[in-house]
């Protein structure tokens, strides 16, 4: 069982710096994804999707403002620019250009994993409206990738995750096959509709008390599924049930 992690693209062109970020980040549960040069750091933004980006800006064949400037046509990912530049107006340019952060090299390793830790934060906070989503017994950390149910931590594969994270943002909404399919697994797996089915069994088994006749994740017969809305008045029922079936 895999635990999803947030995944951070580094972009830098020195390789002994790669090795210590990579040492510091895989320490702190994140999977890092790395490349040396500009041009493939703005492919990989696209392709892997990274959760944030630590950027040089002296990159051998593009500066990195212009790698700012290139992910920043699609994608609002924070990015944190470790740079020696440390002129203000570099700085200041760098930000101006679509960066969320900027720390001068070298780096204490504490702090730069402290600014990863905040940015990340920040945007999962601005995507949804806050840094966790809770609905009755399931409580989803956005920041750090973690499950809990009735406060207890709880494995999801990556794919199981980003399923109910799907579900509970759209929690009380009817959601059709292809709208999950679409943005669960992509567009081309729109009529995939036996994965679908297989992975909301997966998570059936781990968040309802009784996976044959679910509370969370009900059926809308030939439509699709919804996470149904579970209140903190219906929530002590729902334990009190889970010792029946336990």
């Not at 924070?78 to 720390?103: F, H, K």
């Not at 006749?213 to 059926?219: E, L, N």
Request: with cysteine; glycine share 6%; charged share 30%.
């Amino acid at each position: 069982m895999f635990q999803k992690k947030n995944v951070i693209l580094v972009i830098e062109d020195e390789l002994p710096i790669r090795k210590v970020l990579s040492i510091s980040l895989e320490s702190a549960n994140y999977k890092m994804v790395e490349c040396d040069n500009g041009k493939e750091g703005i492919r990989l933004s696209a392709s892997v999707k990274p959760d944030l980006i630590l950027l040089d800006l002296g990159l051998p064949d593009i500066d990195g403002k212009e790698v700012i400037a290139g992910v920043r046509q699609w994608a609002q990912v924070p990015i944190i620019v470790c740079s020696v530049r440390n002129a203000d107006e570099e700085i200041v340019a760098a930000l101006n250009a679509g960066a969320d952060d900027y720390i001068t090299k070298p780096f204490n390793s504490d702090v730069l994993l402290a600014r990863i830790h905040a940015n990340l934060r920040k945007a999962a906070t601005q995507e949804t409206g806050e840094p966790e989503l809770t609905n009755g017994a399931i409580r989803m950390d956005l920041v750090r990738h973690e499950v809990f149910l009735n406060g207890k931590k709880t494995l999801f594969t990556p794919k199981e995750y980003d399923l109910l994270r799907y579900l509970l943002v759209h929690r009380g909404k009817m959601l059709t096959h292809r709208q999950i399919l679409k943005e669960v697994w992509g567009d081309a797996h729109t009529e995939d509709m036996q994965y679908l089915r297989v992975y909301i069994s997966q998570l059936r088994e781990k968040v309802e008390i009784d996976p044959a006749s679910p509370t969370y994740i009900v059926t809308e017969p030939g439509i699709g599924y919804r996470m149904e809305t579970i209140s903190d008045t219906d929530f002590p029922t729902i334990i009190e049930k889970k010792a029946v079936h336990a």
